[in-house]
């Protein structure tokens, strides 16, 4: 029993982890990676909301930079709709769409 309770033998002794503890260790080594989102001026706001309106009005494909806390994801499609009031956009894809957010978007490419 004394080599147990010298230096690290009490911790060598017995190995086992508890499935707690384990998920709080697999979460805090995935919030490492975490990012924080970009904050856009007015300006970029501005540029992006003409490129959503001028697709809109042409009815051209457009590519929407959503950002994401790990990675960002691009959804490309057809603005449809867009919500002022609701600070919204409507993106169709060939079977199915989605609204985003303004404040999830974070470019916009044409």
């Known amino acids: 029993m004394g080599k147990k309770l ?29 990012r924080t989102k970009p904050i856009l ?4 706001w501005e ?3 003409l490129e959503i309106v001028d697709a809109r009005s042409a009815g051209k494909e457009i590519t929407l930079v959503i950002f994401e806390p790990f990675a960002d ?7 449809t709709k867009f919500d002022m009031h609701l600070r919204r956009v409507r993106i169709d894809y060939e079977d199915d769409w989605d ?5 999830d978007i974070v470019s916009v490419h044409i």
């Open 41 to 44: 001026d007015e300006q970029a």
């Open 73 to 79: 994801k691009e959804l490309r499609g057809k603005v």
């Open 99 to 103: 609204w985003i957010k303004w404040d």
């Open 6 to 34: 010298e230096g690290n033998g009490l911790y060598e002794s017995s190995r086992m982890i508890l499935p707690e503890h384990k998920e709080a260790i697999q979460r805090q080594l995935r919030d490492l990676n975490r």
């Open 47 to 49: 540029m992006m909301l």
